[in-house]
C-alpha cells in the first residue's frame, strides 16, 4: 500500500490508476479503524479496481467544546489494517496540507442539515460538507463510501453531490455491529465498562420501536415515546435527541411514512453515541 501526505502525489497517482481503465473507490475517514469502515473498504474493493482510503481528522466539523484534540488516533495501527485488506493508496494528509492556514471557502448543504445532529452540533455537516467536497477534488473518485452508521452524513452528502453535479456514485454501507448490537464507532473506546455495558440500549431501543411498526403503529409520538421512555430508564444515559424523519428529505411527520429514519443520539457522560434504523424497509 502506497502512503501519501500531500495532494499533488494522491493526485499523480489517481492520474496514472484511471489511465490505466481502473474505476477508483474512495474511502475518507477519520482513523482509528475499526470493522465498520473496513466493511466500506471491503465493498469498495469488490466494485472498484484501486481504492484509496483517507484518513483525516477534520477540525473544521468539531464544536469547540468537542473531542477534536482527544480523537482517538493510531495510524500504525490503521495502516497495518488497510495494507491487509488491499487498499492501493492511503492519504494522511496534514491540517495544513488541507487548510493551508488561509482557508475561506465553505460548502453548506441546506435544509437537511437543520434537524438532529444538525440542530445538536452547529457547523457540524458544513465542516463535514467542506472536508469531503475537498477530498472529492484532490481524489477525483468514480465511487464513494459511507457509512448507513452516519445516516445524515450520507443523505447530505448524496444531496451535495447531485446538487453540485459532482461526478461520483456516493454508495450507502449497512451499520456493523458489535455482537450485542452497539453500533461500531471510534468513540466506543471512550466508554467505561459500565457505559459500555449499557450502551447496546440505543440500538434496543431502535430495534422495540422497529418491531411496534411491524405491529401496526404509525403514530410517530408514540414511537418516539418509546424510544425515549426506554433511554431515560438507563442509569447514565442522557438524551440528546430522538427523531422519525421522511427519507431523504428528513421532514418532520405526525404519522409515519414508510420508509421513515429513526435516530437518536445518547451521551453516556461525556460521550455521545449516534445510531439509526430504518423503519418499514
Ligand atoms: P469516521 O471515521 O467516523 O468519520 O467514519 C468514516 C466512515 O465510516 C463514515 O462513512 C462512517 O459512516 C463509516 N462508519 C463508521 N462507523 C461505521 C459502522 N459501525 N458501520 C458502517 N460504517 C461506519
Same mark, same amino acid.
Given at each position: 500500500?502506497?502512503?501519501?501526505?500531500? $495532494?499533488?502525489?494522491?493526485?499523480?497517482? @489517481? #492520474?496514472?490508476?484511471?489511465?490505466?481503465?481502473?474505476?477508483?473507490?474512495?474511502?475518507?475517514?477519520?482513523?482509528?479503524?475499526h470493522q465498520g469502515h473496513l466493511s466500506l473498504?471491503?465493498?469498495?474493493?469488490?466494485?472498484?479496481?484501486? @481504492?484509496?482510503?483517507? $484518513?483525516?481528522?477534520?477540525?473544521?466539523?468539531? *464544536?469547540?467544546?468537542?473531542?477534536?484534540?482527544?480523537?482517538?488516533?493510531?495510524?500504525?495501527?490503521?495502516?497495518?489494517?488497510?495494507?491487509?485488506?488491499?487498499?492501493?493508496?492511503?492519504?494522511?494528509? !496534514?491540517?495544513?496540507?488541507?487548510?493551508?492556514?488561509? &482557508?475561506?471557502?465553505?460548502?453548506?448543504?441546506? *435544509?437537511?442539515?437543520?434537524?438532529?445532529?444538525?440542530?445538536?452540533?452547529?457547523? &457540524?455537516?458544513?465542516?463535514?460538507?467542506?472536508?469531503? =467536497?475537498?477530498?472529492?477534488?484532490?481524489?477525483?473518485?468514480?465511487?464513494?463510501?459511507?457509512g448507513q452508521k452516519d445516516a445524515?452524513?450520507?443523505?447530505?452528502?448524496?444531496?451535495?453531490?447531485?446538487?453540485?453535479?459532482?461526478?461520483?456514485?456516493?454508495? !450507502?454501507v449497512p451499520t456493523a455491529r458489535e455482537p450485542d448490537g452497539l453500533a461500531m464507532s471510534s468513540r466506543n473506546?471512550?466508554? =467505561?465498562?459500565?457505559?459500555r455495558?449499557?450502551a447496546p440500549v440505543l440500538y434496543k431501543s431502535l430495534r422495540?420501536?422497529a418491531?411496534?411498526?411491524?405491529? *401496526?403503529?404509525?403514530?410517530?409520538?408514540?414511537?418516539?415515546?418509546? @424510544?425515549?421512555?426506554?433511554?431515560?430508564?438507563?442509569?447514565?444515559?442522557?438524551?440528546?435527541?430522538?427523531? $422519525?424523519?421522511?427519507?431523504?428529505?428528513?421532514?418532520? #411527520?405526525?404519522?409515519?411514512?414508510?420508509?421513515?429514519?429513526?435516530?437518536?443520539? @445518547?451521551?453516556?457522560?461525556? !460521550?455521545?453515541l449516534i445510531d439509526n434504523i430504518v423503519?418499514?424497509?
Amino acid at each position: 500500500m502506497l502512503i501519501f501526505k500531500t $495532494i499533488p502525489e494522491i493526485r499523480d497517482f @489517481v #492520474k496514472r490508476e484511471k489511465s490505466g481503465g481502473k474505476t477508483v473507490g474512495f474511502v475518507p475517514t477519520m482513523g482509528y479503524l475499526h470493522q465498520g469502515h473496513l466493511s466500506l473498504v471491503e465493498k469498495a474493493r469488490e466494485e472498484c479496481g484501486t @481504492v484509496v482510503v483517507s $484518513i483525516f481528522v477534520n477540525p473544521l466539523q468539531f *464544536g469547540p467544546r468537542e473531542d477534536f484534540s482527544q480523537y482517538p488516533r493510531d495510524f500504525a495501527r490503521d495502516s497495518a489494517m488497510l495494507g491487509d485488506c488491499g487498499v492501493d493508496a492511503l492519504f494522511h494528509p !496534514t491540517g495544513e496540507e488541507m487548510y493551508n492556514g488561509h &482557508h475561506n471557502t465553505f460548502v453548506e448543504v441546506a *435544509g437537511v442539515t437543520d434537524c438532529l445532529c444538525g440542530k445538536s452540533r452547529p457547523g &457540524h455537516f458544513r465542516g463535514v460538507a467542506t472536508v469531503v =467536497t475537498k477530498l472529492f477534488n484532490i481524489v477525483q473518485p468514480d465511487r464513494a463510501y459511507f457509512g448507513q452508521k452516519d445516516a445524515q452524513q450520507v443523505l447530505v452528502i448524496r444531496k451535495m453531490a447531485r446538487d453540485l453535479d459532482m461526478p461520483l456514485a456516493v454508495v !450507502t454501507v449497512p451499520t456493523a455491529r458489535e455482537p450485542d448490537g452497539l453500533a461500531m464507532s471510534s468513540r466506543n473506546v471512550y466508554l =467505561t465498562p459500565d457505559q459500555r455495558e449499557k450502551a447496546p440500549v440505543l440500538y434496543k431501543s431502535l430495534r422495540a420501536a422497529a418491531e411496534a411498526v411491524s405491529a *401496526g403503529e404509525r403514530d410517530v409520538n408514540k414511537l418516539v415515546g418509546m @424510544v425515549k421512555q426506554v433511554i431515560n430508564n438507563t442509569e447514565g444515559a442522557v438524551m440528546d435527541y430522538v427523531e $422519525i424523519r421522511s427519507l431523504p428529505d428528513l421532514d418532520e #411527520k405526525e404519522w409515519l411514512d414508510l420508509p421513515s429514519l429513526m435516530a437518536l443520539a @445518547v451521551r453516556f457522560g461525556k !460521550t455521545r453515541l449516534i445510531d439509526n434504523i430504518v423503519l418499514g424497509e
